[in-house]
């Protein structure tokens, strides 16, 4: 029994001790502040990542699509004054998108793999230039 009242004591003491040690009220608004600006960063982040699925789900060739129907539809903002503005970012996106599906090297060329049973599969398909190389190669005279 006296084990239990110096453990219950003690008990007591350290929790008197820990409320003598309360947070400043500087430092409480501090950690509310971090509190709230780390809700508006998950905030701001869940919704860039909704952002990020729904632009992936656009194909290069539908940009590419895109950059003409825009190019094609500022000669009918011309009188509205935005012609030329829908023409720039036109002329941009058709630029950017044609260089990404000729270098990009994305998913739609090259080899693809898959696992079955624990093995690689592969299958590859050549691209052009690949296919220009081996028939270039084998017309050689040798």
């Given at each position: 029994m006296p084990d239990d009242k110096d453990r219950?004591?003690?008990?007591?003491?350290e929790?008197?001790?820990k409320i003598e040690q309360f947070?400043?009220?500087?430092r409480r608004r501090?950690?509310?502040v971090r509190r709230h600006l780390r809700r508006v960063g998950d905030v701001v982040s869940a919704r860039q990542r909704a952002i990020a699925r729904e632009l992936s789900r656009v194909s290069l060739s539908q940009l590419l699509l895109l950059s003409f129907l825009l190019i094609l539809g500022s000669f009918f903002f011309r009188g509205f004054g935005?012609?030329?503005?829908?023409?720039?970012?036109g002329v941009a996106l058709l630029v950017a998108s044609g260089a990404l599906l000729l270098f990009g090297g994305g998913k739609g060329?090259?080899?693809?793999?898959?696992q079955w049973r624990g093995?690689?599969?592969s299958y590859s398909s050549e691209t052009l230039a690949t296919r220009l190389r081996r028939w270039f190669g084998s017309r050689?005279?040798?």
């Open positions: 219950l004591e003690r008990e007591i003491n929790i008197l001790d947070p400043t009220p500087e501090n950690r509310a935005l012609g030329q503005w829908v023409l720039f970012a060329s090259g080899e693809r793999t898959q093995r690689t599969i050689k005279p040798r």
